[in-house]
Structure formats: C-alpha cells, structure tokens
C-alpha cells in the first residue's frame, strides 16, 4: 500500500519552513510575514532584504550602484529587482487609456492623452480625413512631403492636420 497525497503532503509541510506554502503542483510559495533580518536562520529565500552576502547583490544597468538583493528600482522604463545577485526587470505597468490621440512626453514612460493630432506618437490614420498643402494638393492621412520652397521641412497629414516639422541639422548645413 503506497504513501497518500495528503500523507505527503503533510510530510512537506512539516518539513518545510513557516514561511512557505505548498500548491497541489508542487511549488513552493512565500507566505508574507514580517522579515527579521537579525534572526540568523531568517529564510532568505522569503526575506530576500536580509541577504548581505557580496554574490547576493547586483550592480544597475549602468554599472555604477550597487543593490542589496531584494532591491528594486527603475530603469529605462522598466521595474528592476535584484535577487540574490541576479537582476530581473519587466516593463513599468503604464495605465489603459480612452483617448484618441496619445504622446509619451519627454522623461516619461507611459502615455498620456493629447488633443492635438500633431503630438500624437501614436495615431491610427483615417484616410478620409485629408489634407492640403502649399501647393493646394489635397493629401491622404498619414502621408509626407517636404514643403514647398523649404527643403528641411517636412510635413505629415495627420487626420486632417498639416503638421510640420523642422530639420535644425539640415538647417545648419544649408
């Protein structure tokens, strides 16, 4: 007669630390409970803040800080942790939006909302929405062109708008 699920089960349980919890498949999950990094058995695998160890710790992208494990920062737009000397990162969660047009302003990472077409990083092109340019040629949405008379400024139609930008290195060099 062979040993049972909960038999062995409970096997686990009795010799697994109070910190862990066990699924039905197998792994191995951290009950949160308050870490005290003095008590010298404190379970690293659950209290990863209390590991000093050198090999536990991890240097940021830039090769310049040094983190404990089970620090965590930001980088690039993107979450780190350090875990016992490895870095694991994902992206920032950025929020849904219900708008029509979108820009990730400069130092940002996630979108915000805009009203002017003409900022918008993102858009989706209506081809029905056209526009005209300096010569009175009508243009579809999403198409470009390099204004007339003006060979560093080119022009996007965005959903009706004429935006235009300019191009300071070939302002410079002609």
Request: one cysteine or more; aromatic letters at 6%; glycine letters at 8%.
């Given at each position: 007669?062979?040993?049972?699920?909960?038999?062995v089960l409970i096997f686990i349980k009795l010799n697994i630390n109070q910190h862990h919890d066990i699924t039905?498949?197998?792994?191995?999950?951290?009950?949160?409970?308050?870490?005290?990094?003095?008590?010298?058995?404190?379970?690293?695998?659950?209290?990863?803040?209390?590991?000093?160890?050198?090999?536990s710790q991890c240097?940021?992208?830039?090769?310049?800080?040094?983190?404990?494990?089970?620090?965590?920062?930001?980088h690039s737009c993107q979450q780190c942790w350090c875990?016992?000397?490895?870095?694991?990162?994902?992206?920032?969660?950025?929020?849904?939006?219900s708008c029509e047009y979108t820009a990730i302003l400069e130092g940002e990472c996630c979108p915000r909302c805009v009203s002017d077409p003409c900022?918008?990083?993102?858009?989706a092109y209506d081809i029905r929405k056209t526009c005209l340019d300096s010569y009175g040629i009508s243009r579809l949405s999403g198409s470009v062109w390099t204004m007339a008379g003006s060979p560093c400024t080119t022009c996007k139609c965005k959903n009706g708008r004429v935006c235009c930008s300019v191009d300071l290195e070939c302002l410079h060099n002609n």
């Open positions: 007669m062979g040993i049972g699920l909960n038999e039905l498949d197998g792994k191995i999950f951290c009950r949160r409970t308050a870490c005290d990094c003095r008590n010298p058995s404190v379970d690293l695998f659950c209290c990863p803040e209390c590991d000093t160890r050198v090999t240097l940021d992208q830039n090769g310049h800080k040094l983190y404990r494990s089970g620090d965590n920062w930001t875990l016992e000397g490895e870095v694991d990162c994902w992206p920032l969660p950025c929020p849904n939006l900022l918008a990083d993102n858009i």
